[in-house]
């Protein structure tokens, strides 16, 4: 059974070695260019603090540091889990 908790956002780390080009035509090597994150989340799950990783699509809305976001976690496993 699937449960629910919030999570804080404690890293946010762009992923400088993919770049992702949104335009056709460039004056700058980085015009247009969109980076994928990866965000680390920590969360309390069956009274114990656990971590997770997430990568965040090219373009996608990036969580700041210190916002909350919703974890899915495992009932009984509580380390198996996705965020939201």
């Given at each position: 059974m699937e449960k629910e908790t919030m999570g804080?956002?404690?890293s946010?780390?762009?992923q400088w070695w993919l770049k992702v080009n949104t335009t056709p035509v460039r004056m700058h090597p980085l015009d247009g260019a969109v980076f994928?994150?990866?965000i680390k989340v920590?969360?309390?799950?069956e009274g114990q603090l656990?971590?997770?990783r997430?990568?965040?699509s090219a373009g996608?809305?990036?969580p700041a540091v210190g916002s909350e976001v919703l974890v899915i976690y495992c009932e009984g496993k509580p380390k198996k889990a996705k965020i939201v």
């Open positions: 804080t956002v404690v946010v780390a762009k994928p994150h990866i920590e969360y309390e799950a656990f971590s997770k997430k990568w965040i996608a809305p990036v």
